[in-house]
């Protein structure tokens, strides 16, 4: 059964980093575009940052671009998001999901979603 399973959040202050993990099981991560969302209580899910598989090209959302780095490690089946100079604004829960679009920006194009994992971002 394909599974994504994400780690690294956490409580982090203002300017700080968190690297997030997301590994896949039961599936290979590399024959996938590989996104990372976050959600807030009330908003909509929306893509941070995603990696595509046929040349490994990334998308990040504007509010992202500069700070976060989306990357794969294909020989550990996981792909991180490194996240830099976090705003209070970046707090949420950060969700992996996998699909075979090319580029995944909609929730829609997702086939497979992780659990989350919560970013807190304190001021």
């Known amino acids: 059964q394909a599974q994504l399973a994400e780690s690294g959040g956490g409580l982090v202050q203002s300017g700080g980093s968190l690297r997030l993990s997301c590994r896949g099981s039961?599936?290979?991560?590399?024959?996938?575009?590989i996104g990372w969302f976050r959600q807030t209580p009330g908003k909509e899910r929306e893509v941070v940052a995603c990696i595509s598989s046929s040349d490994s090209s990334t998308y990040y959302a504007d509010s992202v671009k500069g700070r976060f780095t989306i990357s794969r490690d294909n020989a550990k089946n996981t792909v991180y998001l490194q996240m830099n100079s976090l705003k209070p604004e970046d707090t949420a829960v950060y969700y992996c999901?996998?699909?075979?679009?090319?580029?995944?920006?909609?929730?829609?194009?997702?086939?497979?979603w992780g659990q989350g994992t919560q970013v807190t971002v304190s001021s």
């Open positions: 039961g599936f290979t991560l590399e024959y996938n575009t």
């Open positions: 999901a996998a699909g075979t679009s090319r580029i995944i920006t909609r929730t829609r194009a997702v086939d497979y």
